[in-house]
């Protein structure tokens, strides 16, 4: 999926070690790890960015959810996400892409990494911000299943399918991805008529 950037829970030592970090590190390649490495050490609940390398994104935005080789906790979660989002207003992100925060590796629980997650990004959208479009992607049935009731009950009478290209006025789109699937890239247009 290609947005502006991309949220990489990670660890404050921006150690790009396993699952969501681990797949960028490969994917994405050694810079991300570089860079890194050259920002060093960051404080629980703050996100830095770095370029993209091979990701299909402008840039990675690493919120440091979890201390090496422990378990993420909630206030570093909210913090993490918070930053994240003030990081991708600072670039003039346009569109994100968020994994469940702290949890996977960082064994937060899927039920209170959704309302968390949730809450952030409504509490985003209801400010000035450039960012028009925030994905939710994950990968198993039990996470898509936590997000949608959440979805469901934070804004009910909301039509959650997002248009294909959201209007000026309108509430941004938050979009969540079904297990194991992806965006179909758009048809190309139709040939000229001569």
């Known amino acids: 999926m290609a947005t502006d950037?991309?949220?990489?829970?990670?660890?404050?030592?921006?150690?790009?070690g396993s699952d969501v970090s681990g797949a960028i590190r490969r994917i994405g390649g050694p810079q991300i790890q570089e860079e890194c490495h050259a920002i060093g050490t960051i404080p629980l609940g703050e996100a830095v960015v770095?370029?993209?390398?091979?990701?299909?994104?402008?840039?990675?935005i690493h919120a440091a959810v979890v201390p090496l080789g422990l378990w993420a906790?909630?206030?570093?979660?909210?913090?993490?996400?918070?930053?994240?989002?003030?990081?991708?207003?600072?670039?003039?992100?346009?569109?994100?892409?968020?994994?469940?925060?702290?949890?996977?590796?960082?064994?937060?629980a899927i039920d209170r990494c959704a309302d968390i997650m949730l809450d952030e990004v409504l509490q985003h959208f209801r400010g000035?911000?450039?960012?028009?479009e925030a994905y939710f992607i994950l990968h198993d049935a039990k996470d898509f299943a936590a997000?949608?009731?959440?979805?469901?009950?934070?804004?009910?009478?909301v039509d959650l399918?997002?248009?294909?290209?959201?209007?000026?006025?309108?509430?941004?789109p938050l979009k969540v991805e079904p297990p194991g699937s992806a965006l179909p890239p758009s048809p190309p247009p139709p040939p000229a008529q001569p």
């Open 147 to 157: 997000f949608e009731e959440r979805m469901k009950e934070r804004l009910a009478g």
């Open 50 to 60: 770095t370029a993209a390398g091979g990701l299909p994104c402008r840039w990675v």
């Open 128 to 132: 000035d911000s450039p960012v028009e």
């Open 161 to 172: 399918t997002a248009p294909a290209r959201p209007m000026r006025g309108e509430a941004p």
């Open 5 to 16: 950037a991309i949220v990489n829970p990670v660890n404050n030592d921006l150690i790009l």
């Open 73 to 108: 906790d909630a206030r570093w979660v909210r913090r993490g996400m918070q930053n994240a989002l003030a990081r991708a207003v600072e670039r003039g992100a346009k569109s994100i892409a968020f994994p469940p925060v702290g949890h996977g590796a960082g064994g937060f």
